[in-house]
């Protein structure tokens, strides 16, 4: 097992659609309820929420995520620029990140894989799909993958 025995591992989701928000929520509940599942609505937010600014500042306010979710095109900050910024910190740089997002383009693809993306998704189209999509993903990120240790990363 690759996560903190301490607590259930968190899954954060950074996605503007509160649609697509409550079904990944749904599909988590259905599939997965094992882990702390969070959302943020931007990549600013993400960032607030990964640095512990704002609205996360408080002790226990924002656990380390074990996996994040991330969608491309958010307002204030998107999801490309997110991931750059994730990439290129010490402390964030090993986290996985899984890009969740409805671009099926080609340059998107290529372009989230060279800034080190984990993984790439194109929402599936009918809840069905998305819930095999978020038991594989539970299960693959959180049980069955090794990572090393990165400092951060596991810190609540």
């Not at 607030?48 to 656990?63: F, K, M, S, V, W």
């Not at 998107?78 to 990439?87: E, P, S």
Request: avoid cysteine; charge should be negative; proline fraction near 7%.
């Amino acid at each position: 097992m690759t996560t903190d025995t301490r607590r259930p591992p968190t899954i954060l989701v950074a996605d503007d659609d509160p649609d697509d928000r409550d079904l990944t929520r749904e599909a988590f509940a259905a599939t997965w309820a094992a882990g702390d599942l969070r959302f943020v609505e931007d990549g600013q937010e993400l960032l607030d929420y990964l640095y512990r600014r704002g609205a996360y500042a408080a002790e226990g306010a924002a656990p380390r995520p074990d996996l994040l979710l991330l969608d491309l095109n958010m307002p204030r900050l998107d999801g490309r620029a997110a991931l750059r910024q994730i990439k290129a910190d010490p402390e964030l740089k090993l986290m996985r990140v899984v890009i969740l997002t409805t671009s099926r383009a080609a340059e998107d693809i290529t372009a989230a894989y060279e800034i080190s993306a984990s993984s790439y998704i194109s929402k599936p189209a009918s809840y069905r799909h998305l819930l095999e999509v978020v038991e594989s993903l539970a299960r693959y990120w959180l049980e069955v993958v090794e990572l090393p240790p990165a400092p951060g990363f596991r810190a609540s």
